[in-house]
């Protein structure tokens, strides 16, 4: 199972560390991924990262101010997010890659409200 | 960006009656290793989302055979072929061939 944490209220221009607790299977041998839900809203893919975390991809709307990375010693997959805005406020699930982006188990999610 | 679109937003199914919904995407998701990077979500009411359909019509491990999927290059379908109550909330396609990973909008089905 997935089950991820780190999730809080933060102001505009704050950080937060997700984290994404893998268990029940080898976490090291799977892609993994971070995609949200803005409140009442459809899904939005955030990031990916490969096995050995050597690769890595974000969304447009992200990108310079997220990072993804894991711990594969520690079956735990993080996303730092910095300089935070209102419209990243969402549900953020982690979810494993089973190959091809097939997203084959999905976390409960937690939540990152951005506001002052 | 990969534009998904699907249509109806909405549905309002009898149970038992058959359900229908369209993906389209902006470019074809057919992929140089013959594989169409298509897949169908399921977000129940209160829950994380989950894989219903991979690859266009592969049913993922204990989605019932009353899911189906076909459609290729730009043009998909999912159908249900008798609803059930359980298969109430909201329908997402979403693509793989191309990133960023795009999910269309959703469709919300309910039970009359």
């Known amino acids: 199972q997935l089950v991820e944490s780190g999730g809080g209220l933060v102001q505009p221009g704050g950080s937060l560390r997700l984290s994404c607790a893998a268990s029940?299977?080898?976490?090291?041998?799977?892609?993994m991924q971070w995609v949200r839900q803005a409140p009442g809203k459809g899904l939005v893919w955030v990031s990916l990262?490969?096995?050995?975390?050597?690769?890595?991809d974000y969304a447009d709307s992200v990108k310079g101010r997220f990072t993804i990375s894991r711990d594969n010693a520690k079956n735990t997959l993080y996303l730092q997010i910095n300089t935070l805005r209102a419209e990243d406020t969402a549900l953020y699930y982690c979810?494993?890659?089973?190959?091809?982006?097939?997203?084959?188990?999905w976390g409960q999610g937690t939540m990152v409200t951005v506001s002052s | 960006d990969i534009v998904m679109t699907q249509t109806p937003l909405s549905l309002s199914v009898t149970p038992g009656q058959p359900a229908s919904i369209s993906c389209k995407s902006s470019q074809s998701l057919l992929h140089s290793s013959g594989r169409t990077l298509l897949f169908w979500y399921l977000q129940k009411p209160g829950q994380s989302p989950q894989l219903l359909i991979s690859e266009v019509s592969k049913r993922f491990s204990g989605v019932p055979d009353r899911f189906s999927g076909s459609g290729s290059g730009t043009d998909f379908t999912l159908r249900i072929s008798r609803v059930e109550a359980e298969d109430v909330g909201v329908y997402y396609c979403m693509q793989t061939i191309k990133l960023p990973l795009t999910f269309a909008g959703g469709t919300k089905v309910e039970i009359k």
């Open positions: 979810v494993r890659d089973r190959g091809w982006s097939t997203f084959d188990m």
């Open positions: 029940g299977f080898t976490f090291s041998s799977y892609w």
């Open positions: 990262i490969n096995t050995d975390g050597s690769r890595t």
